[in-house]
């Protein structure tokens, strides 16, 4: 044996060493301070006695911890991610109960609930100090990291070393804006994305070069994750009018964030582009709605619909709290985030903010979940594919999206989101120069998010509540009082030529009849379920002859989609305003405050079979840059107006320009071009990869991917 390899031996000794005596350490603390932990007999010990009786619990507390608990929490992949954080606790101190028993002459001792507490404090004092050690020795992480490499570096069957050429990471900011990342950067919050675009100043003070450039692209009519991240990764999002939308053929309301809406939305995309999509070869799918192709898939909701002993849905959870360590580090950043989501919220009644919506029941457990669960184990997945050396993976972290959905896109919430978000990426970048290959991190938006209040808040009743009162049909009490509410109901006694203080006699129709209204942010879709075909103008006018008037002047309401009989597509807006789209209009009417490409996009979105309809976009503020979300949601985005729709394209300089033609970025398939324009030119021309018809076109999960350094997901909530 060389003495290099004596050396990283004896330093690999030596932190083991460290560990075990600061965890003994720990013990005797903890003894000391908890009346219900002992490690002495009842006629007392002395105290080298109980010194020695700590570091047996120690050693047999931490040897269980690496041999028993990947055990248990393989056993419990198919509990849901939240049961199995909460589970984390009471598996650990019973790990401590079991390491206890182990000692001769039955000296330790604890209650059930001291146990829980005593193994949470151990794992993160053993944690901590392990992570400072290999901080501290620089050398001895980057040689950790190489060995991790090795073992995962793919090699050819004749041993022949893997692929030379440079892999490809995707990082999906979700729901961050191009303006707001601008801004972002401007403030100092992300300081690793300042580096990347150089402006960031170095010690001497002058700006660093820049590594990557920022590329602004333009969403579909429907902005939002479902459509843009369907574009992406599939090349198409056909067919997706919206969030959510009613499709007459089925009877079924399709949701995009519904695992059983999400397989069928791949399996459309797949079908109609016959090819897998863009992570076919050697790729990853992390913490995504779709699967990209990708053989190696975690936390990816496609997969999550699929049942039996084949599915591995949570496996992204198994290789992150196989580490008893992250498992607590982890529940108590989401108890942290939880206390934080709470005394932000209160703050913000307090102050009566405006606009705001509630903040309360499950919402802080939600957004505890996608700001630090999601956050470290999709970080930790990506981690362990770069040193696997895969050549392409794409993953979502969703953390600014759901907080700025109820917190607004700006301001003191999301600020610290973002920064713990360029930490993740400052971390990919460290661990990049330690992988078996080099790779460039590319990172983008699928959406940005437009402020604005309610419009329930702005005018007491919801869209569902005006489109009913348009149809004639019963709307609650409250929303007969509200203006807008008695507007609707005078338009349609005027529509019927009644007199407008006549009382008529309200009968509901057959069920079936009633229109199913649907929201998608500041989007909204009415469908009536009763025709089985999409209705056109003529037939709505003389089914509800004062509906489509009712709408489109309602100050709320931006324009209307609906279809004429003879000309096709037609926008209709307040004061009779109507542009029709089956050519390129010189007037654009309402179209013309939503900026370039609105009729385009609004035009593509009339040609989808499940387009509803009437198609509802609010009104838009271009001035402020705000709008009003149907949705319970001071950030918006689903539809058309404000930064909703400019998301942006962060690329490493040394790929190609995606703008060099000077053209501006139009719509998720295009994106989607781009980087497999990007990943071909390294992979070499990658052919459609067609996916039987009698076969999944999921991949198979992976669970050695996360394998990852003990500072592979920090906790960077604090």
Known sequence: MGHGRWRRVGSALWRVVAVWAVSTLTMLVLAGLLPDFKLQSADG???????????????????????????????????????????????????????????????????????????????????????????????????????????????????TPGPTTPGTVFIQLDGVGHDVLN??????????????????????????????????????????????????????NHDVPAFRWYEKDTGEVMVSNRPASAVELQRRAVAHTGDG????????????????GAEQLA??????????????????????????????????????????????STRARLERRRPRVGRGGLYPFIRAFATVVERDVVVAAVIGDMLAGRSAVYADLVAYDEVAHHSGPFGRDVEKVLRRLDRSLALLDQVAEHAPRAYRIVVLSDHGQSPGETFRTRYGLTLGDLVRAGCGLPVPRKAQRTHSGAEARSAVRAALRRPVEERTDERRPPRGAE?????????????????????????????????????????????????????????LGARGAEVYLDEAPDDLGPLADFGPGAADAVRRTDGFPHTADIMVNS????????????????????????????????????????????????????????????????????????????????????????????????????
């Open 45 to 159: 010990d002395s105290a080298t006695r109980i010194a020695s009786t700590a570091a047996l619990g120690a050693g047999a507390f931490g040897l269980l911890s690496a041999l028993v608990w990947p055990l248990l929490v393989r056993a419990l992949l198919l509990v849901p991610a939240l049961v199995l954080g909460l589970l984390a606790f009471f598996l650990n101190g019973s790990l401590l109960l079991l390491a206890l028993s182990l000692i001769p002459e039955g000296r330790g001792e604890a209650g059930a609930e001291t146990a829980v507490v005593v193994a949470a404090v151990m794992s993160a004092v053993a944690s901590a100090t392990g992570g400072a050690l290999a901080v501290r020795d620089d050398d001895a992480y980057r040689r950790r990291l190489y060995r991790l490499a090795d073992r995962r570096r793919r090699r050819g069957v004749d041993g």
């Open 183 to 236: 801004a972002a950067v401007a403030k100092g919050l992300m300081p690793t994305i300042a580096r990347w675009m150089g402006e960031r100043a170095t010690a001497d003070g002058t700006r660093a070069a820049a590594t990557h450039r920022l590329t602004p692209w333009r969403t579909d009519w429907s902005s939002q994750t479902g459509a843009s991240q369907l574009g992406i990764l599939h090349g198409s």
């Open 277 to 292: 999509g863009l992570l076919t070869v050697d790729g990853a799918s992390r913490g995504n709605l779709f699967s990209g």
């Open 515 to 571: 229109p199913i209204v649907l929201a998608s942010g500041n989007l909204g879709l009415v469908s009536f379920p009763d025709v089985p075909h999409r209705m056109t103008r003529e037939e709505i006018d003389r089914r509800h002859p004062a509906l489509l008037a009712t709408l489109a002047n309602h100050p709320g309401i931006g324009f209307l989609l609906v279809r004429t009989l003879e000309r096709g597509p037609l926008v």
């Open 299 to 344: 936390l990816v909701l496609s997969v999550a619909a699929r049942r039996g002993k084949d599915n591995r849905s949570r496996a992204g959870y198994f290789a992150y709290f196989c580490d008893p360590a992250n498992a607590v580090r982890t529940a108590l950043s989401f108890v942290a985030e939880v206390c934080r989501e709470v005394v932000e």
């Open 619 to 718: 009104w838009y503020d271009p001035a402020e840059g705000e709008v009003l979300a149907f949705e319970e949601q001071i950030g918006s985005h689903g539809g058309l107006g404000g930064a909703q729709s400019r998301p942006f394209l962060l690329s490493p300089l040394v790929l190609p320009d995606p703008a060099a033609d000077g053209t501006e970025l139009v719509g998720a398939e295009r994106i989607h071009q781009i980087l497999r324009g990007w990943l071909g030119a390294d992979l070499g021309p990658e052919v459609p990869v067609p996916v039987p018809a009698n076969d999944s076109p999921f991949g198979a999960p992976d669970e050695t991917a996360f394998a990852a350094p003990d500072r592979a997901a920090p906790d960077n909530t604090r």
